[in-house]
């Protein structure tokens, strides 16, 4: 039977895995013990947690000791942020198209004291490295916080030299990489902090990490027991972690991107009839994650989603496309207002079938004409 809804709004979320859901079943139904706890279940409960705590670092290509289980990405982020400044004197340096919690962490900060550089993009979402290098002359960055790939268009920054840079000038180097894990390759000795998502990569809702490099101490968000790392204090969920471990240990960058590749070259033939522009890189050039398409339409996207609720459509991150508020990582591209309300972020997962595909960009397309 085909889906009721077609899935065009794959940065948002993940179906989850039929392995992460059958890791987390004996969890849910039977195995209820803390993992905190010294008896037999609990024991039990603390082997399924650091079993899959190797899974996701295996995954990512780092020592598993390193990784603290969150409750997802925004918490890894702000554990990035905060937990290093607390503890470090300096400035923090970080990007204007970075994800909403990013920024809404660098400005509690500068709020409470910490100076903080938000530094400008290229037209096509790639950093500018003239401003970046610029700002690390100043040899007073404590921490810079760069996404890896960007959740509303889709940009793929150098990430390894961009950490070189940071390094070379004394400063520290974070990576949101929640929408890169398990689609590139990120095993490159660079950023000294990692964040990531489970519900991004067919995991559950509910559970991220933060990598924290061997060695490298950080302030504690959460005060408590300390139970990940002496770092993040909460009972850790089993269930949440057996399914994050199950959904990285299907990890194929390979598979990934030679699929969604495939699948951006369906998207652009059917979608060249019809008047648009793209934002952000080239979406047949390496620069850019080929499962997400920013695309700019001649007619509002607030209509065009309501004209077609069979399919899963996004103006924006979302995080904050029910916000009313205009997306600014299309600002920060220098899109007009009026352009920015006429764009959409799609996106489709790389196991997407090329039917489906083809029939829900058919129906946007055939709305599209209708309705411009």
Known sequence: MPPDILDLDAQATSPLAPQALAAMLPHLETQHWNPHSAHRGGRRAKAAVEAARTQVATALGRAPEGLLFTSGATEANNLALKGTMETRPGRLLTFATEHSCILETARHLQRNGTPVTILPVGADGLPDRAAYTSALAANDVALVSAMWVNNEVGTIWPIADMAAEAHAAG???????????????????????????????????????????????????????????????????????????????????????????????????????????INGPDPRGPHRWPGNLSVTFGVDASRLISALPTLALASGSACSSGSGRPSHVLAALRLDPAAARRTFRLGWQPAMSPADLDHALTQLTAAVERLS
Not at 196 to 202: D, N, R
Not at 223 to 233: M, N, Y
Not at 243 to 256: H, M, R
């Open 171 to 277: 400063a520290l180097f974070h990576t949101d990489a929640a929408q890169a894990f398990t689609k590139l390759p990120l095993d490159a000795p660079a950023a000294d902090l990692i964040s990531l998502s489970a519900h991004k990569i067919g995991g559950p809702k509910g559970i991220g990490a933060l990598w924290v490099r061997p060695g490298l101490t950080l302030a504690p968000l959460l005060d408590g027991g300390g139970q990940e790392g002496g770092v993040r204090s909460g009972t850790q969920s089993p269930a949440l972690a057996a399914g994050f471990g199950a959904a990285a240990a299907l990890s194929n960058p390979a598979e990934a991107r030679a699929n969604a590749s495939a699948l951006m070259a369906l998207a652009l033939e059917i979608l060249a009839p019809i008047p648009h522009s």
